[in-house]
Structures are given as C-alpha cells and as structure tokens.
T-cell receptor, first 113, second 113 residues
C-alpha cells in the first residue's frame, strides 16, 4: 500500500465549530507532516511528527492542534478558525531519514465561514 | 534557509512539443530533489525523485536532471499531451531527519490540443 488517505475531502465550518482532519498511511513511515496550501501558492509546512512525537511546529497558531495517536495516523484538530484559514490541507509521510521522498495525500479542502 | 525559484511561472504550448521546466535553489547541500505534479484542487503526485549522487532520473516521457553544485534542476517533458496540463513543483530536500520540504511557486503548464 503506497497511499496516503485523508478525510474528509471537503469541510465547511463556522468560526465557533470544532472539527478534525484525519490522515492515514500504511507504508511503515515514521514521519508524518501537515502542510497548508492557499490558492495559487505552494504548500507551506505546518507540523512534523517523527516517531509519533512533534518535532517541528512552524509557529502555527494554537487554533490548530495536531495529534499523532499511532505511527499510521495523524490528526489535525481545528477550533475557532478564521476565514483566512480556508485552504487545502495536505498530509504527507516519509521515512524519518527522508531519502526516499515524501508521499502526499489528496488533501482536505477547508472553508471557514 | 532554502529558497526555490521556478521558471517559467506559466507556459502554454500546443501538444507534441518538448518542454523544459527549470528549478533553482540556494542551498546546494541537499540529499535529493523531488518533482511533483498538482492538478487543480488536488494533492501532490510525486513524479521523480533524484538523489544528490545522481545526474538524471527518467520515468516514461519525463526526465529530470540535477546539477547540485550549481543549485539547478530541470524537468524535461517529451512529446507533451493535453493530459500533462497541471502545475509542476520542485522541492529540494536538505534535512538529515524528518524535515519539511521547501517548494518553489511552481510552473503552471497548459498543453493545447
């Protein structure tokens, strides 16, 4: 299985809602990533988990809360988001020493009203 | 901090042409470089991964070259087809462990039937 899956594909939420994005991989990768991509911009790194521990947080606001319950799963909990947080959220995975490249999921299109 | 530049930003050509997409990066101490394709609103599909010890990597009609010392990579697309229309992103990998990718802004490619 060489696939990264993400759910849901689309999400619309109000600024007072709490929601979660989910990501799963079964390639035995021990590094997982969240990226944010705004329209017509390249992806920007948000968080990196290595061996289920948060290793990189790129100064992301606390309204985004990542969680890595096990080596195959990665969640992104959302609370009190702003309309400017609307974007495509991409999950990726790789070997910890990333010599085999990163593999990306299809993304979740998030709209904050 | 790695900075990545992709030229041209956009390209529109009739089908059948051979194309060259350019990528330059400021930190030449990289382990590898990935070329990705992204269709509108979709995730990233890895096209080619070229290791720092390699000069070229080929997959079908795609060929990527890497000149690590000069901080340059090119993606060559032979006999372009309308289905090649997408945004192409390059991402050099500099980290020794789990580390995010730094992307260029991409080349938006349109192949006219």
């Amino acid at each position: 299985d060489t696939e990264v899956t993400q759910t849901p594909k689309h999400l619309v939420m109000g600024m007072t809602n709490k929601k979660s994005l989910k990501c799963e991989q079964h390639m035995g990768h021990r590094a997982m990533y969240w990226y944010k991509q705004k329209a017509k911009k390249p992806p920007e790194l948000m968080f990196v988990y290595s061996y289920e521990k948060l290793s990189i947080n790129e100064s992301v606001p606390s309204r985004f809360s990542p969680e890595c319950p096990n080596s195959s799963l990665l969640n992104l909990h959302l609370h009190a988001l702003q309309p400017e947080d609307s974007a495509l959220y991409l999950c990726a995975s790789s070997q910890v020493i990333g010599l085999e490249g990163q593999f990306f999921g299809p993304g979740t299109r998030l709209t904050v009203l | 901090k790695q900075e990545v530049t992709q030229i041209p930003a956009a390209l529109s050509v009739p089908e059948g042409e051979n194309l060259v997409l350019n990528c330059s990066f400021t930190d030449s101490a990289i382990y590898n470089l990935q070329w990705f394709r992204q269709d509108p609103g979709k995730g990233l599909t890895s096209l080619l991964l070229i290791q720092s010890s390699q000069r070229e990597q080929t997959s079908g009609r795609l060929n990527a070259s890497l000149d690590k010392s000069s901080g340059r990579s090119t993606l060559y697309i032979a006999a372009s087809q309308p289905g090649d229309s997408a945004t192409y992103l390059c991402a050099p990998y500099s980290g020794g462990g789990a580390d995010g990718l730094t992307f260029g802004k991409g080349t938006h490619l349109i192949i006219q039937p």
